[in-house]
């Protein structure tokens, strides 16, 4: 197939000038030194080698062409992909689907004794093949139903309640009630608000596909789509937890990364250097998990641990003077985040993959800095 191609390679001395002659310089030796496909076929990234194969290498005039390679050795156009002019088929159809099942209860306070409050609690499953109607992806197209999961929107649990309360000072309250009219001025109809939403974090997926060399990195199946670890060990579903750590903040403390033992790539035409598969080991020292063969799906399924939760509380404390009889001066300090409580991003989905540059599990972003603002108005 790769006969009188050079595909170059990391070799600075290759027979033949780099030139497969299928002797001195077989098509075998010059996949396994070209940079690309070195990495390819030592990570079992075998969807991403047959791509390249299909579209991406040249063949020795500098340029590539969708099947070109097939066709100066002979091969029909579709011995790959059934057709190699197009670099990718949409197929629109009806055949994604989605649930949503959920339970709410709601708390409402009508206004006594200075206090309101609403508060709503949501208990919720949202399932199906995609987060978008753009269409899924799918790791195996003859056994769609693995793709239903858990949709990056689900949140098991959602928490939200906002009131407001009249302090109990001046007239008609215990606390400077026959204060002098002065003193009621000052004291009277100050009023605290608040808002609380809290999360419980979306589900997030663990994968082989390396974001940072997404061609060349990682186990891939056979339609070109990153594979799921298997799972060899006892991997707790609880494991993600915020922990602060000399370098930054990680989600998965204590599981480290090595090289993965289940591959062992040959040293021949240095096809070992281009190994960089990774397996995860927990805290206890037990591999949990590895990539899965070339070609498989994998035995984790998608959504199988949650990630951060989120807390987010503002407060607001409002005060009314009245200054004429239909005039009202207006004094208002929100607090946004009072609490400073930080909330923690998901890891990117690079940071996710057990392939990671040894960053599985880094956080790289957070949000919820506490600030004031203070607002002054006339009410007329």
């Known amino acids: ?3 009188g191609i050079n595909l170059g390679g990391t070799n600075a001395q290759t027979p033949n000038g780099g030139v497969v002659n299928g002797t001195t310089w077989t098509g075998a030796m010059a996949v396994r030194t070209n940079t690309t496909t070195r990495a390819q076929l030592a ?3 075998v969807g991403a080698f047959l791509n390249s194969l299909n579209t991406n290498l040249t063949t020795g005039t500098g340029s590539a062409s969708f099947g070109a390679i ?11 992909v059934t057709n190699p002019q197009f670099g990718s088929v949409s197929m629109l159809n009806n055949v994604g689907n989605s649930t949503y099942h959920g339970l709410q209860l709601q708390f409402t306070r009508r206004l006594t004794n200075g ?6 609690w949501t208990w919720s499953r949202a399932l199906g093949d995609s987060d978008t109607d753009t269409g899924a992806t799918y790791r195996d197209p003859t056994r769609r139903s693995i793709e239903k999961t858990l949709l990056g929107f689900d949140r098991a649990h959602q928490l939200t309640s906002n009131g407001t309360y ?59 789509v990153a594979a799921q670890p298997n799972v060899v060990g006892t991997l ?52 949990v998990l590895v990539n899965p063969q070339p070609g498989e799906v994998g035995t984790l399924g998608y959504s199988t641990i949650r990630g951060p939760r989120s807390l987010n509380l503002d407060m607001n404390l409002i005060k009314r003077f009245r ?41 790289t972003t957070a949000s919820g800095s506490r600030s004031f603002v203070i607002n002054t108005r006339i009410n007329f």
């Open 1 to 3: 197939m790769l006969m």
């Open 43 to 45: 990570n079992g990234s």
């Open 70 to 80: 097939l066709r100066r050795a002979g091969f029909p156009e579709n011995y790959i």
């Open 115 to 120: 206090f309101t409050n609403t508060t709503t």
């Open 166 to 224: 009249e302090l109990p000072f001046g007239t008609g309250h215990f606390l400077f009630g026959n204060a002098p009219g002065w003193v009621q001025q000052i004291v009277g109809k100050w009023q605290l608000g608040g808002i609380m939403n809290y999360n419980t974090g979306s589900a997030l997926s663990i994968g082989t596909f390396n974001g940072a060399n997404s061609m060349n990195s990682g186990t891939q199946t056979i339609s070109n």
């Open 236 to 287: 707790p579903k609880d494991m993600g937890k915020i922990t602060k750590v000399s370098n930054g903040v990680v989600y998965f403390d204590g599981f480290t990364q090595i090289p993965d033992p289940n591959f062992a790539p040959p040293t021949l035409n240095g096809l070992n250097a281009g190994y960089s598969n990774k397996a995860i080991v927990a805290p206890n020292g037990q591999i």
């Open 323 to 363: 200054i004429h009889e239909d005039k009202v001066f207006e004094f208002r300090l929100d607090a946004i985040n009072v609490l400073n409580h930080p909330n923690f991003a998901n890891p990117t989905g690079a940071n996710l993959s057990i392939n990671a540059n040894n960053t599985f599990g880094l956080i």
